[in-house]
């Protein structure tokens, strides 16, 4: 049974957590990315969290959303966001709005930080240094609101990643700072999971039985 904030004082591997945080939190990885990649009912959570983030979207004042190129598992958030989009078109019609646009991140070599560029279904498309693919020359956008990929998540909002720092380190220097949102599978709960001195919790974090974070 998957567990929920608030049901397990366990890690996800089932074991106690143990050995220094790095440690810790590369086990937890593991054992997330694991349980992710080899989901049985994976098509059926997928559609459960694409109806969330559209609930989400409903009442968002912005125009101009960055996400992610999904990898190792993760949820794709692109065909709702492409719906979003195309709702977008049909406000535009009637009332002039700015279009809506969609941005993937592209790293930097040399600080390691993200920009996003635009996105849409068939654009060009080019492999990044790690092998992921990212927008070939499409122009830079700015979102105000970003979609965070999460390998897990812990109490008060805080994210589970990968170890890079991308996402802290861009999120550092973006002002007005964009509102982050988590997508991840409800069983990714950490309930050990501490912020370190660097971490800044996400706004939200929407999963595939609802918003599991700010808590009603």
């Known amino acids: 049974m998957d567990s929920k904030p608030g049901e397990s004082s366990h890690s996800p591997d089932g074991r106690t957590a143990g050995g220094s945080p790095g440690e810790t939190k590369a086990r937890w990885r593991k054992a997330l990315i694991d349980k992710r990649q080899s989901l049985p009912d994976r098509l059926w959570r997928n559609d459960q969290l694409q109806r969330v983030m ?3 979207l409903v009442n968002r004042p912005d125009t101009v959303i960055g996400a992610y190129w999904p990898i190792k598992g993760e949820f794709d958030p692109l065909p709702a966001l492409f719906r979003w989009q195309e709702a977008g078109l049909e406000e535009d019609a009637q ?3 700015r279009h809506r646009r969609i941005g993937l ?5 040399i600080d390691k930080t993200l920009t996003f560029h635009t996105w ?3 654009c060009p498309m ?3 240094a790690y092998g992921i693919p990212k927008p070939k020359d499409t ?3 700015v979102p105000t609101l970003i979609f965070v990929p999460c390998v897990g998540y812990g109490p008060g909002g805080y994210r589970l990643g990968y170890g890079g720092g991308f996402y802290d380190r861009t999120l550092a220097t973006l002002r007005p700072r964009p509102v982050t949102v988590g997508l991840g599978y409800d069983f990714a709960f950490v309930p050990e999971l ?3 001195p660097h971490d800044v919790p996400l706004d939200a974090v929407l999963v595939d039985s609802g918003v599991a974070w700010p808590v009603d």
Do not use: A, L
Not at 105 to 109: E, F, L, M, R, S
């Open 54 to 56: 559209r609930v989400f």
């Open 95 to 97: 009332s002039q709005q």
């Open 105 to 109: 991140p592209v790293i930097n070599k």
């Open 120 to 122: 849409y279904p068939g």
């Open 126 to 128: 080019e492999e990044d």
């Open 139 to 141: 122009e830079v956008v």
């Open 194 to 196: 501490r912020p370190e």
